[in-house]
């Protein structure tokens, strides 16, 4: 299995990709803790996986803290933190959109990676190895109208990825990142606006394999780059997009 031993942090774990990738992880031998603001779904897949839950605000420095003293104390050490969570704005012209939708996009898109690696990445470089991967979008590369304070979020995802990555790979870490098309998760009726048959075939329309992404594509990409098989890979923003960004 290619993650025996391993033990792994994933935000927004609870569902959609993030409960796809925690599975992935546990079937490829990690131990997996499940973090999530919906305590009810962490503890659910946390039970099913055999591994631990953790109800925390990622956008919160104290439950960021509280979540990490968990983790080292639980799993004795972190060897992969996936950045995970993510909200979005629902589809409206960039100069509309609420001050208080702003910021709640970039503190969970954006303040928690910051926060957590605060939090981890002193313990990362004590270990001397350790692997972020944070999940990004397509939004970042090729951004779609009306969505722009999100799309601007996970562009700077992207970026941070990069930067993270080569600051850090020195100390033995390795960060990269995610960029799925729109998938079938909770997310998927916000940024349509509507969730009907008439938007789906939209959104399809601009993905040249014609399906959406799965938890399940996510999970295989996710466990691919926190393997030992990509050891060599690192400030890489990986596209699982059906073709959508070529």
């Not at 609870?14 to 546990?26: Q, V, Y």
Request: charged share 20%; glycine share 10%; aromatic share 6%.
């Amino acid at each position: 299995m290619r993650l025996e031993g391993k033990t792994a942090i994933v935000t927004g774990g609870a569902s959609g990709f993030g409960a796809g990738i925690a599975r992935k992880f546990a079937a490829e031998g990690a131990r997996v803790l499940v973090v999530d603001i919906n305590k009810t779904g962490a503890d659910a897949l946390a039970a099913e996986l055999n591994g631990l839950a953790f109800a925390a605000n990622g956008a919160d420095k104290a439950s960021v803290g509280a979540l990490v003293d968990f983790a080292l104390e639980r799993l004795g050490r972190v060897d992969i933190l996936v950045n995970n969570a993510g909200v979005t704005h629902l589809p409206t012209p960039l100069e509309e959109v609420s001050e208080d939708d702003f910021d709640r996009v970039f503190a969970v898109n954006c303040k928690s990676i910051y926060l957590f690696a605060q939090a981890l990445v002193p313990h990362m470089k004590r270990n001397g190895r350790g692997n972020i991967l944070n999940v990004a979008s397509t939004a970042g590369l090729s951004p779609r109208p009306r969505l722009n304070w999100y799309n601007a979020s996970k562009g700077w995802v992207i970026t941070a990825t990069k930067a993270m990555a080569v600051e850090l790979a020195p100390a033995g870490l390795r960060v990269n990142a995610l960029c799925p098309v729109a998938g079938e998760t909770p997310l998927l009726a916000s940024f349509m606006g509507e969730d009907t048959p008439e938007m789906r075939a939209k959104f399809l329309s601009t993905i040249p394999l014609g399906r959406f992404s799965t938890p399940e594509d996510m999970g295989n990409a996710a466990c691919y780059l926190c393997s030992d098989e990509a050891s060599m890979i690192t400030g890489v923003a990986m596209e699982v997009d059906g073709g959508r960004c070529i």
